[in-house]
């Protein structure tokens, strides 16, 4: 069985850097076609193997999607609130930092997640009962601190706008019926297109990337940064609703001032913590938060301690692989970037982009990005910050779960 | 952390992960885990699948197969043709799930044999 497993961690990661590097391709895609597919592969190997498969892949789209997010400027639902720092440092030549920064958030994540996990499958379920409830009011507050804390009136003004016009987008989006990958579109106009077109009408030559290791961030930072990386991860698994992208905001908000550097290591990190968590909280409440791992459930109903811990395993493992994976890539796409004309290219990624979004969503897809493109565009034209745009999906969960 | 460093630990994470993952996979019965194939179907649920034949057993204008799994699945063709099957065919199946005795079992409308 151990052999059988091992190849699939392998070729679990292979499909995360597959998944993690094409704008669009989601592993929960990947992960529904396995389970569809499941009765065939479960004539040649085992369930366990099939499920290893599954986690060692969306361990590794955790640490590879930072890769797509900072060069492509193409981000997913993950990564949504690091495209913006993560492309001013690619702008500065910085590139292969910031995916080093969003790598040591992701490993040390993980590391510091499965060490707390004996604590975590304790206080997990006490946290999920006490707190279920609440969510919506905790997502309410913080919208509301998050237009209050726009410094002038005008700019309160602006992002209570903003806020607005992406709730109202999230809802008439997520609520469309027939619509395939409703968050494809929406996300990608408001963080990917419209960063993109930004920077082709400020006609932004893109600098020399250069693979150094110059940022340093102190101890304290990158503590703080973990630790907030690590909170925030696990509460997007306990409750329901909540994705990495809004617990990067709520992050934020809780760690107050922190530099780009220490801010990519905690976005790095949530991701990994929330998939691991999602892990500990099929055993402990029988809940799958994240769609891989809801397939997981569906291919072994529930998992006991043993299984558990196989699953840990698993996924230290694939992170070990994926963090070489990634400082590798990173380094051929530094290299590439110093070739490409990066006007050519960012028209060559909306392109692709549009080209993904009409291929999942069709031209009603097509629209929704054209009008979160829109969207997306205003933070940078009134100067608020773009994490206003996540009101996308802050709103509808808050409405789901206050009405 | 210098690249270098952040690579010993993903070493480390790696390598602690395979020991752990060693003594693990030996403490785990994989009979545990039948693949949950109908019990995440809801019966009067349409069904396709394929798999092995591991069992085939004729019946008056019934054919009731087992589908080789980790948890084998019954099949029940209903037919008034005589149909060949053979133990080992390897078969794509649709058709409707349904309780019969408190077991879910295929209510199959189309059978093909693949090889």
């Known amino acids: ?403 | 952390m210098k690249e270098t460093a952040l690579l010993k630990i993903a070493m480390i994470c790696s390598l602690v992960g395979l020991v752990a993952l060693f003594f693990i996979s030996q403490q785990i019965e994989l009979k545990d885990y039948e693949p949950d194939f109908l019990n995440n179907k809801n019966v009067g649920d349409s069904v396709k699948l394929s798999g092995k034949i591991s069992k085939v057993t004729a019946g008056n204008n019934v054919v009731f197969i087992e589908l080789s799994q980790q948890a084998p699945i019954s099949v029940v063709v209903f037919t008034d043709k005589d149909i060949n099957l053979n133990e080992n065919d390897f078969v794509e199946i649709s058709g409707k799930v349904q309780n019969y005795n408190g077991k879910e079992e295929i209510i199959a409308d189309k059978i093909k044999v693949v090889s």
């Open chain 1, 1 to 403: 069985m151990i052999v059988e497993i091992i190849v699939a961690i392998i070729l679990g990661c292979l499909m995360g850097v597959i998944t993690g590097l094409t704008p669009g391709l989601h592993i929960n895609l990947v992960s529904l076609i396995l389970l569809s597919i499941s009765p065939i592969l479960l004539g040649y190997t085992n369930v366990l193997a099939v499920a290893s498969f599954i986690i060692a892949m969306s361990i590794t789209h955790t640490f590879t999607d930072f890769i797509s997010a900072t060069y492509l400027g193409a981000p997913s639902d993950d990564t949504a609130m690091a495209v913006m720092p993560a492309h001013r440092l690619l702008l500065q030549g910085m590139g292969h930092e910031a995916i080093r920064l969003a790598t040591i958030g992701s490993l040390l994540c993980l590391i510091v997640t499965v060490a707390l996990s004996p604590i975590l499958i304790f206080i997990v379920p006490i946290i999920f009962n006490s707190l279920k409830n609440y969510v919506g009011w905790l997502l309410l507050a913080l919208v509301i601190f998050m237009i209050l804390r726009e410094q002038s009136l005008d700019k309160k003004f602006w992002a209570f706008g903003i806020v607005v016009l992406s709730g109202v987008l999230g809802i008439i989006v997520l609520n469309m019926p027939n619509l395939k990958d409703p968050l494809l579109p929406m996300l990608s106009g408001l963080f990917g297109v419209s960063v993109l077109l930004l920077s082709l009408s400020q006609k932004v030559k893109l600098p020399p990337q250069k693979v150094t290791e110059h940022v340093k961030v102190g101890m304290k930072d990158k503590i703080k940064s973990i630790g907030s990386g690590v909170f925030s991860g696990s509460l997007v698994s306990i409750f329901p609703g909540l994705g990495p992208a809004q617990a990067a905001v709520l992050a934020s908000q809780i760690v107050g001032e922190i530099n780009t550097f220490s801010y990519l290591i905690m976005v790095g990190g949530i991701n990994t913590v929330s998939m691991i968590l999602s892990l500990i909280t099929l055993f402990t409440i029988e809940k799958a938060r994240n769609g891989s791992i809801i397939v997981v459930q569906q291919l072994l109903k529930n998992i006991d301690m043993n299984t558990l811990i196989l699953f840990l395993s698993v996924a230290m493992i694939a992170g070990g692989i994926a963090t070489f994976l990634t400082m590798y890539i990173s380094r051929i796409f530094s290299k590439i970037m110093n070739k490409v004309n990066y006007s050519f290219l960012s028209s060559l990624i909306i392109s692709f982009v549009c080209f993904m979004v009409f291929y999942f969503s069709g031209f009603l897809g097509l629209f929704i990005l054209f009008v979160a493109t829109a969207i997306g565009l205003l933070p940078n034209i009134v100067n608020v910050s773009r994490s206003n745009s996540m009101a996308c999906l802050l709103i509808p969960i808050i409405l789901l779960n206050l009405l």
